[in-house]
């Protein structure tokens, strides 16, 4: 059984399908690749599995436990962390800063009042995070605004927030997307070497079939809501019911 | 030093180092001179920079840090105050009991309002703030009459029980000590052509406002007040990194909550009496003002704010018609009246126009407050050579 377990899940946006009947089950320190075209409703399987969303029917299980009904708060404490689309960062609060309070998170749980202690004394806490941004390559930017961040680094930013809690599930939705050819081959070598270094688990949307290829280990093709085939990436490419969705027929089932 | 990084301890000493010489500092006209009606140096007004400072300081911790604008915080001011002058009445006149009480009752008292409130963000949780603050006006001034003598005010009266000092009981009514300190007493001192007051009641609200400062430096720079900024920057990515909001935010209410407490207790401590007026909205509205005005989010802007409000509020106001005719006294009879009429309206009762005017010149070009107009000033006398970088510059929230 995988470590994330999806059954039987349907979501509809009023008229729309967007959810149907989604069947999927990510193996333990597998990276899963989730790949199909534009509103075959991949993010909205990431909503439902960080508790952004609430589906009509299905459970999801990941380590054996439901995480439906969950807060996003309490299922990023399960080990869940997700990178968005559209990045999800603190604008207003510095680059370091941004990577502290994953930190802070992890350390300390969904709530903690430190008010009294210094961030300028929590020594081991900054030289995790700085280590993760020297790991990221965006050391020179620490200062920065991150909201004045490029787009490319915006998503290499979220990449170590996310990184940098250990998650055991990292979900990423297009991590690349943005971002100039050498920073996508950047991320690929950084996912790799975090893939090599320690137990982890990637489930990762993209469009970008070179980052695909790179990664996956596993491949589910999803179109109008529901899950086409699920492969391994040798068997995926020229599969004829993935042309067929990208080329937007709707002759499937 | 205290804990408090380089940077944060000077800007702290030099605030104790001008707070404690502000009887000196605030009176620079010589005593009964022309200017004299300028000087703020005297020990009501200072005890009010003061009280108001700390008022203002607790409410950025909130608002400053966590975006969320509460317009009903002189609802806690008044709490403060009436639990204050109950130790008073009860208890003892020595301030600490009363101070302590006023603190404590605030922080519960913020905590429902705050629990409540927080339901919601933005203008509507501004306007259950105002709401319950409204609502705790109408209950002092008429419901809760047995507790806060409504339209009157609460006031200490003979009969009082004060059991801890009913020995030292005598046929007037007492005054607010600190440990046989009192509040109201000052030293007067003649220095050529000054006349300086050091009054107890000035120094014990300096030294409580410093404190106030003190933490509130240790909350800005703490993992908790990278927390409250994050509220305010994405609450989206925050619960995404596995951290719950809502006890952020409540927790920075309840804190600015129980300054304003303190704030209150200090007011009854100073005047031994409370008023329903002090919840009533404008109260409310003018420490958010006071806020916006020296620099939302910063350190010192708050102080700065109050300051400058209090400042207009007993000084402009008292510059009467009277006084215009005698500084334009040197233009001719019919240009003197003319430039009255003219300026008048800015002048003493209008010094609300004036400030108004003020805080929306600050609001739409000085949008960090008047903190942010000294910087900018200050980085212009120092430019340093284009492309020179400053590496801490966006480290931490600006002073
Ligand atoms: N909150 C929502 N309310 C209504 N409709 C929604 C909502 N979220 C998504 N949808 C719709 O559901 C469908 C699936 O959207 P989703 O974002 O999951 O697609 P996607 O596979 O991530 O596409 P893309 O590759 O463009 O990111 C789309 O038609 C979208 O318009
Ligand atoms: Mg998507």
């Not at chain 2, 000087?39 to 950025?60: C, H, K, S, T, V």
């Not at chain 2, 910063?298 to 207009?312: E, V």
Request: aromatic share 10%; glycine share 10%.
């Amino acid at each position: 059984m995988g470590i994330l377990e999806v059954k039987g899940v349907n979501k509809r946006f009023g008229g729309l399908q967007a959810l149907g009947n989604v069947n999927l089950s990510v193996a333990e320190n597998t990276v899963h690749a989730i790949i199909g075209p534009n509103g075959a409703g991949k993010s909205t399987l990431l909503n439902v599995l960080v508790g952004k969303l609430i589906p009509d029917s299905g459970t999801v299980t990941f380590d054996g436990q439901s995480v439906l009904g969950r807060k996003p708060h309490e299922i990023n404490q399960m080990g869940i962390s997700r990178v968005f689309q559209t990045p999800e960062i603190f604008g207003d609060l510095t680059v370091m800063e941004n990577v502290l309070i994953p930190c802070f998170a992890k350390r300390d749980g969904s709530f903690r009042l430190h008010a009294f202690e210094q961030v300028a004394n929590e020594s081991l806490i900054i030289e995790t995070a700085e280590q993760m941004l020297i790991d990221v390559n965006m050391q020179d930017k620490r200062h920065m605004h991150a909201g004045n961040l490029s787009r490319g680094d915006k998503r290499r930013l979220e990449m170590a927030m996310c990184l940098v809690q250990q998650p055991r599930l990292l979900l990423l939705d297009e991590p690349t997307a943005g971002m100039a050819r050498a920073d996508t081959n950047n991320t690929i070598d950084l996912l790799k070497e975090i893939k090599a270094k320690r137990d982890i688990t990637m489930a990762i949307i993209e469009h970008d079939m070179h980052v695909v290829f790179s990664l996956a280990e596993r491949i589910t093709v999803l179109a109008q809501g529901t899950p086409l085939v699920e492969d391994i990436p040798s068997r995926i490419k020229g599969h004829p019911k993935v042309q067929e969705a990208y080329l937007g027929t709707t002759a499937h089932a | 030093m205290f804990g408090l990084e380089k940077k944060d301890a000077a800007l702290l000493l030099i605030v104790a180092v001008v707070t404690l010489c502000a009887p000196i500092l605030l009176n620079p006209f010589p005593a009964g001179s022309e200017m004299a009606q300028f000087n703020a140096g005297y020990p009501d007004l200072m005890q009010r920079f003061a009280i108001y400072g700390i008022f203002a300081i607790g409410f950025n911790i909130l608002f400053g840090l966590t975006g969320y604008l509460s317009f009903g915080h002189a609802a806690f001011l008044g709490v403060g105050s009436y639990s204050a002058v109950w130790m008073f009445k009860l208890l003892s006149m020595n301030i600490i009991p009363g101070i302590i009480l006023s603190v404590i009752v605030a922080g519960l008292f913020s905590l429902v309002i705050g629990f409540i409130s927080l339901r919601r963000s933005g203008i509507y949780f501004s306007i259950l703030t105002l709401a319950f603050a409204q609502m705790s006006y109408n209950l002092a001034y008429s419901v809760l009459t047995p507790i806060t003598n409504g339209e009157t005010g609460l006031q200490l009266s003979l009969n009082d029980p004060r059991v801890l000092d009913a020995a030292r009981t005598t046929g007037s009514l007492p005054v607010t000590t600190l440990f046989g300190a009192e509040m109201r007493s000052a030293t007067s001192v003649q220095f050529g052509v000054w006349e300086w007051q050091f009054s107890t009641g000035f120094y014990v609200s300096a030294v409580l406002m410093l404190l106030a400062l003190y933490l509130a430096i240790r909350i800005f720079r703490s993992p908790f007040g990278i927390m409250l900024r994050a509220v305010k920057s994405n609450q989206n990515r925050m619960s995404y990194t596995g951290l719950n909001v809502r006890p952020y935010t409540l927790a920075a209410f309840v804190i600015s909550g129980m300054y304003a407490g303190l704030a209150g207790g200090l007011l009854a401590a100073m005047d031994p009496l409370a008023g329903a007026e002090r919840m009533q909205w404008t109260a409310s509205g003018e420490v958010v003002i006071m806020t916006i005005l020296g620099g939302a989010g910063t350190l010192l802007g708050p102080i700065i704010g109050a300051g400058f409000i209090k400042y207009f509020e007993n000084i402009f106001s008292k510059i009467n018609d009277n006084v215009l005719h005698d500084w334009f006294a040197f233009l001719p009879d019919g240009l003197n009246d003319f430039v009255v009429t003219v300026i008048a309206p800015f002048f003493g009762d209008g010094w609300n126009l004036t400030m108004g005017l003020m805080f929306m010149a600050v609001v739409i070009f000085l949008p960090g407050g008047l903190v942010d107009g000294a910087r900018r000033i200050g980085r212009l006398f120092r430019r340093k050579p284009a492309g020179a970088k400053r590496p801490d510059a966006a480290t931490k929230p600006a002073e």
